[in-house]
């Protein structure tokens, strides 16, 4: 049973024949068709080559170039403001030793023993006060969430 007057108006299997003739009045009386039916003229149309060079033509004599998207040339671009500390961990080099400090624990937390889960790589010797062994993996070990929360130095950026 439809929930609404519409839905039965919508569950009605009508003919083709009908739906031409409403299509025919609908068109008669000035209706547009609505947008999903798409525009058939322009339909499978492509941009020829000469709409193309007039284009580059004419984005080259206004100087109009296309936007840049790395750096000051950002229009984010807030002079420079991400922090080293941000920087490295979003390094390719810290990515590599979180994964390899996971291979070598075989994906297992070192404190409870539970395999896989949400794992993160944890310094021994804090990341802040020794930048030198930031990337030894000797100086990392896997821990589930839960166990990195128990360690002394969690989120304390010490």
Not at 31 to 54: A, F, I, Q, S, Y
Not at 77 to 106: A, C, Q, Y
Request: aromatic share 8%; charged share 35%.
């Amino acid at each position: 049973m439809p929930k609404h007057k519409s839905e039965k108006w919508l569950s009605v299997i009508r003919s083709p024949e009908y739906k031409e003739k409403m299509r025919k009045i609908s068109l008669k009386n000035g209706n547009k068709p609505p947008v999903r039916w798409g525009n058939k003229d322009n339909l499978g149309r492509k941009h020829t080559e000469e709409w193309k060079e007039e284009k580059r033509r004419f984005n080259k004599e206004h100087n109009i170039k296309p936007p840049k998207m790395l750096g000051k040339d950002n229009v984010n671009w807030k002079g420079g403001i991400t922090s080293e500390n941000e920087k490295i961990r979003k390094s390719i080099e810290f990515r590599l030793w979180r994964e390899s400090v996971f291979v070598r624990d075989d994906w297992t937390c070192r404190n409870c023993l539970k395999r896989g889960g949400k794992l993160q790589a944890h310094h021994i010797l804090p990341f802040a006060k020794f930048p030198e062994l930031r990337f030894a993996i000797n100086n990392g070990i896997t821990l589930c969430k839960e166990c990195h929360k128990k360690t002394n130095s969690y989120l304390k950026g010490a």
